[in-house]
């Protein structure tokens, strides 16, 4: 159940939903009950797809720009896209951080980013970061 929990806090946090996975990760670790590398493949997992529904939405939702209920003002989307021009699929790597990883995750799928490429940079931020909450739980990068 603990890695059911994992795995949904960890995709909610991927996606527009205002959602925090760290702390439960954190939670997890410090009990000592479950497989330390189970639950970053766990997290990892849970938000990378997060991240995959993101990309998906981003293919198709450009097409719904201009409705009233469209959740981004048309401008706001323009800046976007031009700085994921500017610094290309590379800003993927920063798909972890809060408040600018999902639209991040998002704008790659309206720019047509290649899924592959989009997963394999997502993947590797998304797990380093959990990997880097882990190290700090236990006090490995003070060492």
């Known amino acids: 159940m603990a890695y059911f929990s994992l795995f ?40 990378v797809l997060g ?7 981003g293919l198709y939702i450009e097409k719904f720009r201009y409705r009233k209920w469209f959740p981004f003002k048309a401008h706001t989307l323009e800046k976007a896209q031009v700085h994921y021009h ?17 639209p991040l995750t998002l704008i790659a799928g309206i720019m047509r980013e290649p899924f592959w490429r989009f997963l394999a940079i997502v993947t590797l931020a998304k797990g380093g970061r959990y990997l880097i909450t882990a190290m700090l739980t236990f006090g490995w990068l003070n060492s």
């Open 86 to 102: 500017r610094w290309g699929h590379w800003s993927l790597l920063m798909s972890w951080a809060p408040f600018i990883g999902d």
């Open 8 to 47: 949904s806090a960890a995709f909610a946090a991927a996606t527009f939903f205002p959602f925090q996975s760290e702390a439960l990760l954190v939670g997890l670790l410090v009990a000592d009950t479950y497989s330390v590398v189970g639950l970053l493949l766990v997290a990892t997992a849970g938000n």
């Open 51 to 57: 991240s995959v529904v993101n990309w998906y939405l």
